[in-house]
């Protein structure tokens, strides 16, 4: 791909313009109220809510859903659009019935929440493995493939732009939450217009298949020739049911990834944490509908790629030695593009990495800071120095990350998946530890430090199941799929449902029959907090008819 003179000048006023804004909202930060360390960590009481929600999609969104989930369209279809509707149902639920437990019971991290639930054991044991999970699997993996992606478009080596998006997460990290939070608003402007851009250039290309123009043309010309990839559930017999596997997308462990990951992630409570609310409530709830145009900005794309590649409009673009390599849709979309259209993309492509990579550092520092090295080690440390702690544990953990992204394989085994399935192996035990945490006051240390271990065994147990054992008794309740090698799996997404059901038994069980410690204390709870006002439910109501109306019309 070639990028002209245009394209640069585009994607240097996008740098400058969110380097100048980050600068005017660092200086503009008002000292003098709150701590110097919430202020840094969570900008207390100053992101408004449309802020929150456009940094929740900007942290959210990156090279794993531009290229990873534009290349699953690009093979399964719209079918894996699921993450990104499903989540917007789940940011209600978690504004209607998690962030008010946060926020009544003062909870600004999430081994926070672990210590005044659970204990400090449990609080400290979780701190440590969500920093190591956040730096080597998800900070390596958007650095990694958001440095793929740039090198295809851009011609420079990975490891130039390894260090470039590195180096500019930083900068914009080390300003604090508020930056990032209003710096996110102009990476997720960035992020749809490109994105939406995109996709009608490939719809329009779609459509000269047929002899017409336009995206509205492209569109059904789209649908008449991929009518396969419009199944938004897949039947036992498609080659990706292991992936997706049918009603499970949307009743079973699909649940427990999008619970676990928008409300008991750091990475992503983070944002509304120091709001009031209202504000938080309405900020999820914008975060919600942005979600709902995620498909047609990432999903689409790879579909259209797909259409065109059968068609032969594409050549040998998406070939690696022969071989269809999926992931390339996106960035052969890109090179497609117009002189100065393609800057655009490119700036969004940008924009999702940075955005995510400075949202996932801040919580890594954040974690760290609060829960570790004051505690731990400087339990009288100033707010300044604290702020300075977070600073210099952004800098190492993007310095580990960029160091250690190229040994983990991570194009081979691809980007989407490899965040998916080790998030995966611990996201049931994680959930049920926080909503037994919420909602049963009998929920033990003992049962948290089961959940914390018990969960991730399960999960390594049932993955290497097959290995061992014949599954195929399993296949006529749908719990086994032939993973068409003849050998019978638990998917993926099956698996996660299991575990959590039998990580929350078994903490009812310890809960139950051991003692009752000290150290596990109930959270402030009443009906009263769960209450929306008018305006929120009307929009949580809009954003429930939308996704019956698309899973009706495309089931």
């Not at 609060?370 to 080690?377: A, C, M, S």
Request: hydrophobic residues 55%.
């Amino acid at each position: 791909m070639k990028i002209t003179s245009l394209d640069s000048i585009v994607f240097l006023i996008y740098f400058a313009v969110v380097a100048a804004y980050g600068i005017w909202v660092y200086r503009r930060k008002n000292h003098s109220s709150g701590s110097a360390s919430r202020d840094y960590f969570l900008a207390e009481g100053s992101l408004t809510w449309w802020a929150i929600g456009a940094s929740l999609i900007a942290s959210n969104i990156s090279a794993e859903q531009f290229i990873g989930m534009s290349g699953s369209g690009f093979k399964i279809g719209m079918a894996i659009a699921v993450y990104e509707l499903m989540a917007a149902a789940t940011l209600i639920i978690v504004a209607v019935f998690f962030m008010p437990v946060y926020l009544k019971n003062h909870i600004y991290t999430m081994p926070q929440f672990l210590e005044q639930r659970y204990g400090k054991g449990v609080a400290t044991t979780m701190a440590l493995f969500w920093l190591g999970l956040y730096i080597v699997v998800n900070l390596t993996s958007i650095l990694y493939l958001g440095a793929i992606a740039i090198s295809s478009i851009s011609g420079l080596s990975v490891g130039a732009c390894m260090l470039f998006l590195a180096v500019f997460a930083t900068v914009i990290t080390l300003g604090g939450m508020k930056v990032i939070g209003y710096t996110d608003v102009i990476q997720v402007v960035c992020l749809v217009i490109g994105g939406l851009v995109t996709t009608w250039i490939a719809l329009d290309l779609v459509a000269g298949l047929g002899g017409g123009k336009g995206a509205l043309h492209g569109t059904a010309e789209l649908f008449a020739r991929a009518r396969g990839h419009f199944d938004m559930v897949l039947s036992r017999d498609h080659p990706s049911y292991m992936d997706l596997p049918g009603l499970s997308i949307l009743l079973g462990g699909i649940w427990i990834a999008n619970l676990n990951y928008w409300g008991c992630n750091q990475y992503i409570t983070q944002r509304a944490l120091g709001a009031d609310l209202p504000t938080a409530r309405k900020g999820l709830l914008f975060a919600a509908f942005l979600k709902l145009l995620m498909p047609v900005i990432v999903v689409l794309p790879g579909i259209a790629a797909f259409a065109l590649d059968q068609a032969g409009a594409l050549g040998g673009a998406l070939r690696v030695g022969g071989e269809l390599n999926p992931d390339r849709a996106y960035p052969t979309l890109l090179a497609l593009l117009p002189d100065g259209l393609r800057g655009v993309a490119f700036a969004a492509l940008t924009a999702a990495v940075v955005a995510s990579l400075a949202g996932k550092a801040n919580s890594i520092a954040t974690i760290f800071t609060l829960d570790i090295y004051r505690k731990k080690f400087a339990p009288s440390a100033s707010e300044e120095r604290m702020v300075w702690v977070g600073r210099l544990t952004v800098v190492a953990a993007m310095a580990i990350a960029v160091v250690i992204a190229p040994m983990l394989g991570i194009d081979k085994k691809g980007g989407f998946a490899y965040i998916q399935e080790y998030t995966g192996f611990v996201s049931p035990g994680i959930l049920a530890m926080f909503l037994l945490g919420f909602f049963w006051k009998k929920a033990t240390n003992a049962a948290a430090m089961f959940a914390t271990v018990g969960g991730l065994v399960f999960s390594i147990v049932l993955k290497f199941l097959p290995t061992m054992m014949d599954l195929s008794f399993l296949a006529p309740i749908g719990f086994a799929a032939d993973n068409g090698s003849g050998v019978y799996e638990i998917p993926f997404i099956d698996r996660m449902f299991l575990v959590f059901c039998a990580v929350a038994a078994g903490m009812v069980l310890i809960s139950l029959l051991g003692k009752r410690d000290g150290a596990a204390k109930a959270m402030v709870v009443d009906r009263s907090l769960f209450r929306v006002d008018r305006g929120f439910a009307i929009g949580s109501a809009v954003v429930c008819l939308l996704l019956a109306v698309v899973y009706g019309a495309l089931w």
